[in-house]
């Protein structure tokens, strides 16, 4: 789905990035935002949305999908990766991403006292190193901290909209203690509070 020039238009630098609409293999429209961050030095970040009912079905019903995408140069690279990957993943669904977060939204309920959030249902690569050969582990290397980037974009998300609580549902995330601790990280940069309990693993605005 992804090819160079298509990347190179996603993101391109722009003062205000316009939706970048493509064909999937399906022939059904989706599209791509960028979402711009200083802290990015190779690739960038970008939000997807797609149809209602859209076939692959990868996009939480209810929040969105934040994808992270290399330099236009690799993007073939990626998409090859990303096409032999197990069918119904983030990477053979949208081929050419290095990784994608898919966060649902949980409006407000006063009747439990619980605020709107933002959960984590996944977090997951798009691409194996070394296939196909041009994709090296010095390539991969180039998008280690992708994980880093979703985590910030999505927190960034979260305070755009006022949301005060993000979670990660660990029966369907499944989370390393590395990714834990880059949740929590950019968590406690925000001024986010921690807990955790046995199904979920929770921020909490503390200001």
């Known amino acids: 789905m992804l090819t160079r020039e298509i990347v190179e238009k996603i993101l391109q630098p722009a003062e205000k990035p316009k ?4 064909k999937d293999r399906h022939g059904e429209t989706v599209a791509f935002k960028h979402l711009p961050s200083k802290s990015v030095k190779n690739g960038g970040v970008a939000s997807f949305r797609a149809p209602p009912n859209w076939e692959p079905m ?4 209810q929040g969105g999908l934040l994808l992270f995408l290399p330099e236009p140069h ?9 096409r032999a990957l197990r069918t119904y993943s983030p990477g053979y669904d949208i ?3 290095v990784g994608a977060l898919g966060y649902d939204y949980h409006p407000p309920n ?7 959030h933002f959960s984590v ?7 194996r190193s070394g296939q196909p050969e041009e994709l090296t582990r010095d390539v991969a290397e180039q998008y280690a901290d992708w994980q880093k980037h979703l985590f910030r974009a999505l927190f960034e998300q979260a305070e755009a909209r006022g949301i005060g609580k993000v979670s990660i549902n660990l029966e369907t ?3 390393t203690p590395r990714l834990k ?14 807990t955790q309990t046995k199904y979920a693993h929770a921020a909490d605005k503390t200001d």
């Open 181 to 194: 601790r880059l949740f929590a990280e950019e968590a406690k940069r925000r001024g986010y509070g921690m």
């Open 95 to 97: 081929p050419g991403i």
């Open 110 to 116: 006063p009747n439990r006292n619980l605020p709107a």
């Open 121 to 127: 249902q996944y977090i997951e690569g798009g691409f």
């Open 19 to 22: 939706e970048v609409r493509v």
């Open 173 to 175: 995330a499944q989370m």
């Open 74 to 82: 690799h993007a073939e690279a990626f998409a090859r990766s990303g």
């Open 58 to 61: 990868s996009v939480p019903t």
